[in-house]
């Protein structure tokens, strides 16, 4: 009898490491994938940036243009 009480609490241990492990790789695949979204996400903010800079830095240049023509323009008069 307690040979087969040891054999039965082996299956426990055996079934209770198993479903941990199961637990763990689940954690572990769930964390993976929102890693992988995160990353796609950094990507397109850094995408946006560069586009609101490259916007930023054409309309600043477009600015400086105009300022130096209106100053050209007043100081010849």
Not at 57 to 74: E, F, T
């Amino acid at each position: 009898m307690s040979k087969e009480f040891a054999e039965n609490v082996e299956g426990m241990e055996t079934r209770g490491r198993d479903r941990k492990a199961s637990r763990s790789r689940d954690i572990l695949s769930a964390l993976e994938d929102r890693i992988v979204t995160l990353e796609d996400t950094m990507g397109d903010i850094k995408e946006r940036i560069d586009d609101v800079d490259d916007r930023l830095n054409d309309g600043l240049q477009s600015m400086q243009d105009q300022l130096k023509v209106y100053v050209l323009g007043n100081v010849e008069i």
